[in-house]
C-alpha cells in the first residue's frame, strides 16, 4: 500500500507546523493509522534550521500528552515531489510555499492547502504566530490546529 505524505508548514518550523505534525502524528496513532503515513514539517524561513520547536510550545504540547519530536528545516523544490499535501498554517505561508513551487520545480503531485480549510469550530482562517507573545497563544494555537487537523485528516480517510 502506498503511504500518504503529509507536510506541514508554517514560517520558522519551530512552533505552528511542529505542532501540527505532532498532532496529526498522535491523531493516526490512536486510530492505528501510522503505517499508512509519512507526516514532517518545514518553514518557509531559514532562520531555525536544526533546532528544536520552541520550548513553550513543547511544554504546551506535553501538557496535553503531545511529544513533539522534529527538528526545524527549511521546504525545499524535493519536496513537491515527495509529498502528496503540503499544508500552510496562513496566507503568507501559503504564498510563499506556491511562489517557490512555481520558481522551482515542474511537479503537480502535491496538493497545496491552508490547514485552516478544514475547521469546523474555530473562525481562525490562518493559525496566528504565537512566537512573539505569551504562552496562552501556544495553547490557543493547539486548540486551533487540532480542530483543523482533524477535519484534515477525516477529508482524506
Known amino acids: 500500500m502506498k503511504k500518504i505524505s503529509i507536510l506541514f508548514v508554517c514560517l520558522g518550523n519551530i512552533c505552528r507546523s511542529p505542532a501540527a505534525e505532532a ?8 486510530k492505528g493509522l501510522t503505517d499508512g503515513f509519512i ?9 531555525h534550521i536544526g533546532k528544536k520547536a520552541d520550548a513553550r510550545m513543547r511544554i504546551s504540547a506535553e501538557r496535553r500528552g503531545l511529544n513533539i519530536l522534529s527538528t526545524a ?3 525545499n523544490p524535493k519536496d513537491f ?3 502528496n499535501y503540503i ?4 496566507n ?23 490547514i485552516q480549510d478544514f475547521r469546523s469550530v474555530f473562525k481562525d482562517l490562518e493559525v496566528p504566530d504565537p512566537y512573539f507573545g505569551g504562552d496562552e497563544g501556544f495553547d490557543h494555537v493547539l486548540d486551533i ?12 480517510s
Open 23 to 30: 498532532i496529526f502524528i498522535d491523531l493516526i496513532k490512536k
Open 39 to 47: 507526516v514532517d514539517s518545514a518553514g518557509t524561513g531559514s532562520w
Open 73 to 75: 528545516r527549511q521546504i
Open 81 to 83: 515531489e515527495n509529498f
Open 87 to 90: 499544508l500552510a498554517m496562513d
Open 92 to 114: 503568507s505561508n501559503f504564498k510563499n510555499i506556491n511562489d517557490l513551487k512555481n520558481r522551482n520545480s515542474s511537479s503537480n503531485f502535491s496538493s497545496i492547502k491552508k
Open 145 to 156: 490546529l487540532e480542530d483543523s487537523v482533524g477535519g484534515f485528516l477525516e477529508s482524506i
